[in-house]
């Protein structure tokens, strides 16, 4: 059976185990999924995460562990290329948000997210792919080439009858308004460089600029490159290298196309990023991302994507914006000096991919910097919008369901607090159920960060 991911990290996986129990087809891929020791946990609502769908439904089929049965038994098929295309299969893995809950609740590490993004290719190489996971796959393509389609949107937020025929026949729920793009994506003149005004900074940094903050909210942008220069950082913004392919069209970490299965153009991406950012970390400069799903696609996915070394040496030197601060503040490395906010209080909502990689304790310690300022961060799963699955008609109400199982009642209970939330889709999905407009960390910081000598982007 050809694999679409590179899955020789699992090479050794269950060798020598009688109980291992690995299917049939399949090879590594089959291994990754015989990682599971069905200890059930999944099937628990311990967890902080892991599993958004079963914690909201208690169906087995939709756990971690009935997954991987599902997909055991398939594999195990004569025919697994047919197999996987399975009704029940199909159900259990398209209710998976690829939040990597799994990869760090689970004992045995099962990735779930990237083995969905490997069954979803098998998925498209027998099935193709529908309009609407075309529409959203290509995100990254059509927000740079057809500026029109922020009035297509608006105007199909603003009618109900545009909001039906969008559901009926494009399978877009109707009770979601679609985020507008920003009248003007973010755009940076002076050479890709941000500052020439730090004459000896604390460290050399690119600002990965991911498709959603470029074209939704590229004031989240401006205020990273604020924040980043007050800490005497030198900021150079990542752009694609002229003799790429697609030169004028700006990076993108891939992960719409590999969320929907398409990985030969996920890799294009990688390639794209890997060719433009290869010299900055050659002359070690760090690399700074704001979305933690775009941060962990090229931390983590990207290994899978089969591009060796360089990919490899991207995922050390890439890391989120909290991240990079809470490391310089730890080292005492940072010296900035605060006000107190506007709000005294604010309400953390961390991105699924956050807490998978830890990366929570590093709000914390940045947020502590800030004085006569309160925060909690709250006791909350995922969102339920996890990047497009609440957006799909059919998954609109168990994403309700997610939203409501810990999100939502902290919301209630903080209506006066400021809502801080490093997810794009996170924000969308709180903007939906509760008009709040949640601010990514970056906005925070520039708001309370008192400085004179950095330019005003
Ligand atoms: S997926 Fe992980 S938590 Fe669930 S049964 Fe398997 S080993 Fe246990
Ligand atoms: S990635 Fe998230 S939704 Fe998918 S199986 Fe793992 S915990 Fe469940």
Not at 27 to 40: D, E, L, P, Q, Y
Not at 224 to 249: K, M, N
Not at 419 to 429: A, D, K, M, P, Y
Request: net charge positive.
């Amino acid at each position: 059976m050809k694999t679409y991911l590179d899955w020789r990290a699992y090479q050794d996986a269950g060798m020598g185990d009688p109980y291992a129990d690995i299917p049939k087809h399949g090879g590594n891929f089959a291994k990754a999924i015989a990682a599971c020791i069905n200890s059930r946990q999944c099937e628990t609502h311990d967890q902080q995460v892991m599993c958004p769908s079963f914690r909201v439904t208690n169906n087995p089929n939709l756990s971690t562990g009935g997954r991987v049965k599902l997909l055991k038994a398939a594999l195990s098929n004569n025919l697994p290329e047919v197999a996987l295309l399975d009704p029940l299969l199909r159900e259990a893995m398209d209710h998976c948000v690829s939040c990597k809950g799994c990869k760090r609740e689970c004992e045995a590490s099962v990735d779930m997210a990237l083995i969905k993004a490997e069954y979803k290719a098998q998925r498209v190489a027998q099935d193709g792919l529908g309009l609407r996971d075309r529409l959203f796959a290509f995100t990254p393509y059509w927000l740079h080439r057809a500026h029109w389609v922020n009035n297509l949107i608006s105007l199909r937020n603003k009618y109900a009858f545009m909001r039906w025929l969008s559901d009926k026949f494009l399978g877009v729920s109707a009770r979601h308004l679609l985020p507008v793009p920003a009248q003007k994506p973010f755009s940076w003149s002076s050479d890709g460089c941000a500052t020439d005004d730090i004459s000896q900074p604390v460290s050399k940094v690119v600002l990965f600029i991911d498709t959603f903050t470029r074209y939704f909210e590229p004031n989240i942008a401006h205020a990273a490159i604020f924040v980043l220069q007050a800490s005497g950082c030198l900021v150079h913004i990542a752009e694609p290298a002229l003799e790429t392919p697609d030169p004028h069209r700006p990076l993108c970490c891939g992960r719409t196309f590999l969320a929907y299965g398409l990985i030969e153009l996920a890799r294009n991406e990688l390639k794209r990023v890997l060719h433009a950012l290869k010299s900055y970390i050659d002359d070690g400069y760090t690399i700074v991302g704001l979305e933690a799903s775009c941060v962990i696609g090229l931390r983590d996915d990207a290994r899978a994507l089969g591009l060796g070394d360089e990919a490899e040496s991207l995922s050390k030197h890439v890391v989120l914006f909290e991240e990079f601060l809470s490391k310089k503040i730890a080292a005492k490395r940072l010296s900035l000096s605060f006000r107190s906010p506007r709000k005294t209080r604010s309400l953390v909502h961390g991105h699924c991919h956050q807490k998978a990689v830890g990366a929570m304790k590093a709000m914390r310690r940045v947020l502590k910097c800030i004085p006569e300022h309160e925060f909690e961060i709250a006791d909350s799963g995922c969102c339920g919008m996890a990047g497009s699955f609440g957006l799909e008609a059919e998954h609109t109400d168990i994403g309700f369901l997610m939203a409501e199982n810990g999100l939502l009642p902290a919301l209630r209970a903080s209506r006066d607090a400021t809502i801080v939330c490093n997810g794009f889709s996170c924000r969308q999905q709180i903007k939906h159920l509760t008009g709040h407009c949640a601010i990514h960390l970056a906005e925070l910081l520039r708001e309370t960060i008192t400085i004179e000598k950095v330019k005003v982007l």
